[in-house]
């Protein structure tokens, strides 16, 4: 899309909404049809989270939104900011699980009396008929009313759910049953009159089929509650307060009034509050619940550190630069939670049948009674009627459509969950697609591979200057610039004693003046009336400086050692070579093996030279075709579309600005945390660690999140496929269908379940 047509859309925010009264795939359906209807609003609902992210354009206020939704018969509230250190709402007796609970237990204590002497002759006892229609009574009434109440409200608005198939289901068998009964009055007379191959009492069928699925209910509040735990875990990792330093004095404030600028004083063992610099002190930080790394990370002056990591060793003066939702832990959540809200393309097809799956079932019900009775002939005696009725009950109850409800949305919630405790965020359910059809990696070499942080190796001078005198000038031409080479040549410059006095006593270099630079090239300046250039060999050649034969080949001895090699200019005269090395991460090499056991074709793409590619491609197993040396910016994202003109669907992995672009032109771009804000916007997934290994979890993570939602699905779709026509040919007793029916439902959401263990054990080789 244009910059033009950016701009000429209309405003647009998002509201996240809490909505109370959804079941089932059939609500969220209707509630996403109803938002639909309002000019300009897209929604996506979640069944678990019982949520909704809503894009809302100019001109339509909240009251609106949550109107429409009432509208529908559901409630609706405007959910609050997340915060850092802040817990979910209602943690407490308003769960769903915490009101079932009672329910439950009093169907299942007033269930089991009534299906022994409904089913066990031996158990009878004069009109047991009645104690059962009594038993039973509580059980079909306020211990089904969740399903007679979602039912009720659907119905105001001419809509059906699954809860119209349950409540339906339950009370025809319990009025059929008790207009029997009072049709006969002497029908349970004597023990034995009424067994499980006579009569036509169903008070069993009604207690047991309520109480199943209250259990898979109960069941699946729990499960969905677990699910949803990572994002709380994530929210409530950030410290509750913080000491600070006001007026030369350390006071204790709650974190959350912290303000941009404050200094925190952060004692061994204590959590950082808040995202800031380190303004004093050296220590070790501990960032596994951030980053998902176990290895502390050291820190000192200058060093950046996240709120909710810990403090190992040292005490530390932090200022602050990001507090409240600014945070990268609220972001983390932010992201988390808008991923979960979102809407996978393969849970489209889910939607579009459950819009019409339950008319259709109530239709297949009232025809499956119509023809067993057509089929028995003119006379029709009580056993044709209990099996007609028998059947219908059993369709109403076996295809209610929760398992496909749940299958994408639970699966979904488990496995960004998953990812936010292993640092690694998932951008939305797209995401989850485009990570199954990738073949091809792009990694750039410096800080996703290597470490990123060089040292000066060698410094070699040319004619008369002194290799003292060539690091000082270069060093102060590069103070001037942000490069990693340029942090590289001035650290070595302040501290170099190789003779000739190239810093004062302090570490000060002298000052650069006309300082200018150019990407990928070199820097330039005027240091102490002298002009000093550094950078590639390009670089000289535009400032029209002639490089001597012997010299040249001094620069390629150096680059063939795998060395990055700097010239070093001074007054139009080469003065000298500055050579640095970079050094791979710990676990390259084996995170590239993962990857390429995930079936993907890893490429390194670096600005370096190509000695210096080529050796660090061997060193952690990168085919020597596979190497990508002397690329620009710009060329990137040149490379990015050539592979994929070459019908290559291609990742890419990086974390710097000038790798913004190439990741957002790949088809799944990969942002490591450690790197800067303008990439990890860019990019479909971001691994808040840097390690490579990281970013081969994240593919893996993605990857069998989709294919647990897609196994829910199979499982949702066959249940009810071959359920249906089992009931509807009388082959499935009422209580069976619901038994199966609850158990569908809980099989899906422990399937999502087991993304909860990803992780936790290293890859199979």
Same mark, same amino acid.
């Given at each position: ?21 959804m ?11 109803k ?34 939704? #009432? ?22 007796? =308003? ?29 009878q006892?004069?009109?047991?008929g009645?104690v059962?229609?009594?038993l ?25 759910? +699954? ?7 339950v ?10 009964l009072l ?13 499980? #191959? ?18 898979g209910?109960f ?8 699910? $949803? ?13 913080a ?37 004093? $002190?050296d ?21 950046r550190? !996240? ?18 939702s ?8 932010? @992201? ?18 459950s ?15 119509v ?19 028998t ?30 405790q292993?640092?690694? @965020? ?25 470490? *990123? ?9 040319? %004619? ?6 060539? @690091? ?17 040549i ?8 190789? *003779?000739l ?11 650069? #003046? ?10 330039? $300046?005027?240091?102490? %009336? ?7 060999t ?43 090395? =970079? ?24 600005g ?16 020597? #075709? ?6 620009l910016?710009?060329?990137k ?5 050539? @592979?994929?003109? *070459? ?21 799944? %771009?990969?942002? +490591?945390?450690?790197?800067t =804000? ?7 997934? !971001?691994?808040? $660690? ?44 009422? +209580? ?11 099989l ?18």
């Open positions: 899309m244009s910059n033009q047509e950016l701009l000429r859309r209309p405003a647009t925010r998002v509201v996240e909404l809490d909505i109370e009264g079941t089932c795939a059939s609500c969220v359906n209707r509630v996403e049809k938002l639909g209807k309002l000019d300009g609003v897209q929604a996506s609902v979640n069944l678990p989270l019982e949520s909704a992210h809503v894009t809302v354009p100019a001109g339509i206020t909240d009251e609106q939104i949550t109107a429409t939704v #009432e509208a529908a018969g559901y409630k609706a509230t405007v959910r609050q900011p997340l915060k850092q250190g802040q817990g979910p709402a209602g943690e407490t007796g =308003d769960l769903p699980a915490a009101k079932l609970r009672p329910r439950l237990i009093l169907a299942a204590v007033l269930t089991v009396p009534v299906f022994v002497i409904s089913m066990v002759p031996a158990a006892f004069p009109h047991w009645w059962a229609a009594l039973a009574l509580p059980v079909v009434t306020w211990a089904a009313w969740p399903f007679h109440r979602a039912a009720a409200v659907n119905a105001r608005h001419l809509a059906s759910t +699954m809860d119209t198939l349950v409540s339906i289901g009370t025809a068998a319990y009025l059929f049953s008790a207009w029997q049709g006969d009055p002497r029908m349970t007379e004597h023990p034995g009159m009424e067994g499980m #191959e006579t009569g036509g009492l169903y008070f069993e069928v009604a207690a047991v089929v309520t109480t199943f699925l209250l259990l209910r069941l699946e509040a729990n499960a969905k509650q677990k699910a $949803g735990d990572a994002l709380h875990a994530l929210l409530n990792l950030g410290a509750k307060d000491t600070v330093l006001r007026d030369g004095k350390e006071q204790r404030i709650r974190a959350d009034l912290l303000q941009v600028d404050d200094v925190l004083v952060v004692r061994p063992g204590e959590k950082i509050a808040t995202d800031g610099v380190v303004t004093d $002190g220590s070790a930080v501990d960032a596994s619940l951030v980053t998902g790394e176990s290895v502390p990370v050291e820190v000192g002056p200058g060093s550190v !996240t709120g909710a990591t810990i403090n190992t060793s040292g005490r530390l003066l932090v200022r602050a630069t990001r507090v409240g600014e945070t990268t832990l609220a972001q983390m959540a932010r @992201l988390v939670s808008q991923a979960q809200t979102g809407k996978a393309p393969i849970a489209r097809l889910a939607d579009r049948i819009s019409v799956f339950v008319p259709v079932v109530l239709a297949i019900a009232a025809l499956t009674f023809l067993w009775l057509l089929f028995t002939g003119p006379d029709v005696g009580s056993d044709d009627l209990r099996s007609a009725f059947a219908a009950v059993a369709v109403l109850v076996i295809a209610c459509p929760c398992a496909l409800g749940l299958a994408t949305p639970v699966g979904l919630l488990t496995g960004t969950g998953r990812g936010a292993l640092g690694i @965020l998932i951008k939305g359910p797209q995401v989850l697609e485009d990570t199954r059809t990738v073949d091809t990696i792009l990694l750039d070499k410096t800080g996703t591979v290597t470490t *990123g942080v060089l040292a000066v190796d060698a410094t070699v001078a040319f %004619g008369n200057f002194g290799e003292g005198e060539v @690091l000082r000038v270069a060093g102060a031409v590069e103070a001037a610039s942000e490069h990693p080479v340029a942090r590289a001035t650290a070595a410059a302040r501290a170099d004693t190789t *003779g006095p190239t810093a004062d006593d302090d570490g000060t270099l002298p000052a650069v #003046e006309g300082f200018r630079s150019a990407p990928g090239g070199g820097v330039t $300046g005027t240091v102490e %009336g002298r002009v000093v250039l550094a950078g590639r390009g670089w000289l050649e535009q400032n029209n400086i002639t490089i001597p034969q012997e010299q040249q080949a001094s620069l390629a001895a150096a680059e063939a050692s795998g060395a990055t090699a700097i010239w070093v200019a001074v007054d139009g005269l080469v003065a000298g070579i500055i050579s640095l090395r =970079d050094t791979l991460k710990d676990g390259s090499a084996a995170a590239i093996a993962h990857l390429k056991r995930l079936g993907l074709r890893p490429i390194l793409l670096t370096d030279n190509a000695a210096v590619a080529a050796q660090v491609a061997a060193a952690v197993g990168i085919a020597k #075709e596979d190497v990508y040396a002397g690329v910016p710009e060329g994202v040149e490379a990015v579309r050539r @592979l994929q003109a *070459g019908g290559a669907t291609v990742a890419m992995a990086g974390d710097g600005v000038n790798d913004a672009a190439a990741l957002a032109q790949a088809d799944l %771009g990969i942002a +490591m945390g450690s790197g =804000d303008v990439a990890i916007e860019a990019a479909d997934l !971001t691994v808040m $660690g840097n390690n490579l290994a990281q970013v081969a979890q994240a593919i893996e993570l993605s990857r069998r999140t989709l294919a647990t939602i897609k196994t829910n699905l199979f499982w949702a779709f066959f249940y009810n496929a071959v359920g249906i026509p089992v009931a509807a040919l009388g082959l499935l007793n009422p +209580m069976i269908a619901g038994a199966a029916m609850a158990a569908s439902s809980v899906v959401v422990a399937n999502s379940l087991r993304l909860r263990s990803f992780g936790k054990q290293p890859p199979a080789s």
